[in-house]
């Protein structure tokens, strides 16, 4: 595995597990952006990675923010806005890939670390952990896909209400809103967030990918076209060695062995 000075990888049976690591409070930054790239890039190539989760070194931060002295120096509205489309092309890409990526939210959880959690497919956090776009307060708004991705998880009303108070939630709140799937113990995230990695993990390849692009492709167009998406991502499986052994362990009443083909 390739050497990172602020994100290390490791793998645990099909789950690749990725930790930003920029202590003292996982601050993002180019470099930090730059690796973790790296890294989601060596996952999505790695064909024994079916599933990734994404973490925070530390038990008291998962990432504070970006970090505040890169924005002091944008010099142009264009050196900005360059600088926020590239973190935008990262975080598609994390939204948009094949395999499934779970935030695991041991810390607290603001600006930049909160638009990256939204970026990722679930989100398992900290009951304790802090979530927040506090931005309003620096005289600046999200940019990292802040004002997008928050309405579309908890509803247009709620995420204004964040994003013009700068108010924080505890991860429980974050919960009961459906910012995330679930809150529990501090102690219990990374083993929540593993295990539920690992349950997806056990199923064939083929259906994970196809239904994750079903939903993402979905939500972007009309229900009609949204379906007729999913009548195709539907009939591409048929004829998948999965598929059959999936029916088939069921008439059988077994578990089926999956071969991601």
Not at 69 to 92: C, D, R, S, W, Y
Not at 228 to 249: P, Q
Request: aromatic share 4%; net charge negative.
């Amino acid at each position: 595995m390739t050497e990172r000075q602020y994100v290390k990888l490791t793998k645990e049976d099909r789950v690749a597990i990725i930790t930003l690591d920029n202590p003292p409070v996982n601050m993002v930054s180019q470099p930090v952006v730059t690796d973790l790239q790296s890294a989601l890039e060596e996952a999505w190539a790695d064909d024994e990675v079916k599933v990734i989760v994404i973490t925070g070194g530390g038990q008291i931060v998962f990432v504070a923010g970006a970090d505040i002295n890169v924005i002091l120096e944008f010099g142009t509205p264009a050196e900005a806005k360059e600088i926020v489309m590239q973190a935008h092309e990262l975080f598609q890409a994390i939204e948009n890939s094949p395999k499934p990526i779970i935030a695991a939210i041991n810390g607290h959880c603001l600006g930049a670390g909160n638009e990256l959690a939204m970026a990722c497919h679930m989100r398992i956090a900290n009951n304790r952990a802090m979530f927040g776009q506090p931005e309003i307060g620096l005289g600046i708004i999200p940019g990292f896909g802040g004002t997008q991705r928050l309405p579309r998880l908890v509803g247009k009303g709620k995420a204004l209400e964040l994003i013009l108070t700068g108010d924080r939630i505890t991860g429980a709140e974050a919960a009961s809103i459906g910012l995330v799937n679930k809150a529990v113990p501090g102690t219990e995230v990374m083993k929540t967030a593993v295990g539920l990695a690992k349950k997806i993990a056990s199923f064939g390849k083929p259906s994970i990918t196809a239904a994750i692009e079903a939903v993402n492709e979905g939500l972007v167009v009309s229900l009609p076209e949204a379906l007729e998406i999913e009548a195709e991502k539907f009939s591409s499986l048929v004829d998948t060695e999965d598929m059959r052994e999936g029916l088939t362990a069921f008439l059988e009443k077994r578990q089926p062995k999956f071969q991601d083909k």
